[in-house]
């Protein structure tokens, strides 16, 4: 995916850009979005040099929102589904309420893939291949 943004922080060969939210953004939790529309990405990689007022063009690797939307919506879900039903056959095994051992299985099994995500998304997000960067520099600010 190729996003547009201007420049509104570097520091260390990474910078922060400030960008419109565009209809391909597939909600991968990467930006900051503030309630007026304007999305902010942070700590993208810099090789071309850019500095503040660039517009600049960055290129997030498509595995970025495959992978986020799949860990986001549907783990969870799975683990859900899973939960309740491993609950509720284990609720009948033990002679305590399946609807609501279902419910407690659920809970705790959704938790479980939530706090899963999280820690895989601390440590996908050091990898260079996820890691969204600058493409190009398309026109540089004025001072």
Not at 84 to 109: E, H, I, K, T
Not at 116 to 134: N, T
Request: net charge positive; aromatic share 4%; with cysteine.
């Amino acid at each position: 995916m190729r996003e547009r943004g201007k420049v509104i922080t570097v520091r260390d060969g990474a910078v922060d850009v400030r960008m419109t939210r565009s209809s391909d953004c597939g909600g991968c939790h990467a930006c900051t979005h503030a309630p007026t529309g304007e999305t902010i990405l942070h700590a993208v990689r810099d090789g071309l040099g850019a500095t503040v007022g660039d517009t600049v063009e960055i290129l997030i690797p498509d595995a970025v929102r495959s992978r986020a939307a799949t860990a986001v919506f549907v783990v969870p879900v799975a683990c859900l589904l899973l939960g309740y039903l491993a609950g509720f056959l284990l609720g009948r095994w033990l002679g305590v309420s399946p609807d609501l051992a279902g419910v407690v299985g659920a809970l705790l099994s959704a938790n479980i893939a939530v706090a899963g995500v999280r820690l895989a998304e601390r440590k996908l997000s050091s990898d260079e291949q996820y890691m969204p960067k600058v493409g190009a520099i398309i026109s540089r600010g004025r001072d």
